[in-house]
T-cell receptor
């Protein structure tokens, strides 16, 4: 069985500050990990994903995430927040042989001017 | 050139009615999904089809019936609508060669906001 926990339903940062959105997963097999972003009144779109190989994954819009197996984490970061980053962010997990992707509850990011 | 499209975007209806939501993808993907997103933004998978074959059927009331006439379409029919069905429903698709690939990116439609009065 797999699960995802996103710590913090809401995160607020100032424009230009570091963005850190936390995600911890549980999986009995090697996981595949995803971050999706949902802008208001839109569907989700992929930011980045980890499947195998390099544990530091770079995505779109300056975001990156690091897979840390020992900590079962896949936190999302961005060095400098922009107003346009305000959105809902979802961490998700799947695994080889399965078809179901499990999504976390989401973290709403607010960016203050 | 919308990749995954859904119609309608908004659906307001009375309890007890039957309604359908249509989904089409022009990405050439083999797998399509329906998700339900509740008012707290929690996203839960309902169904998944791979090459018109049902492969995921979560614990969903049998009032919900997906239909896939071809690989590019996955429609959702809901009978006897209830207040608790009010949510945003998202269709998605992924490439999934063969029996599916868990590494695939899912491409989401814009959502259908269903309100049951």
């Amino acid at each position: 069985a797999q699960s995802v926990t996103q710590l913090g339903s809401h995160v607020s940062v100032s424009e230009g500050a570091l963005v850190l959105l936390r995600c911890n997963y549980s999986s009995s097999v090697p996981p595949y990990l995803f971050w999706y972003v949902q802008y208001p009144n839109q569907g989700l779109q992929l930011l980045l994903k980890y499947t195998t190989g390099a544990t530091l994954v770079k995505g779109i819009n300056g975001f990156e995430a690091e897979f840390k197996k020992s900590e079962t984490s896949f936190h999302l970061t961005k060095p400098s927040a922009h107003m346009s980053d305000a959105a809902e962010y979802f961490c998700a997990v799947s695994a080889a042989g399965g078809f179901k992707t499990i999504f976390g509850a989401g973290t709403r990011l607010f960016v203050k001017a | 050139d919308t990749a995954v499209s859904q119609t309608p975007k908004y659906l307001v209806t009375q309890m007890g009615n039957d309604k359908s939501i249509k989904c089409e993808q022009n990405l050439g993907h083999d797998t399509m999904y329906w998700y339900k997103q509740d008012s707290k933004k929690f996203l839960k998978i309902m169904f998944s089809y791979n090459n018109k074959e049902l492969i995921i059927n979560e614990t969903v009331p049998n009032r919900f019936s997906p239909k896939s006439p071809d690989k590019a379409h996955l429609n959702l029919h809901i009978n006897s609508l209830e207040l608790g069905d009010s949510a945003v429903y998202f269709c998605a698709s992924s490439l999934s060669g063969g029996r599916g690939s868990s590494t695939d990116t899912q491409y989401f439609g814009p959502g259908t906001r269903l309100t049951v009065l």
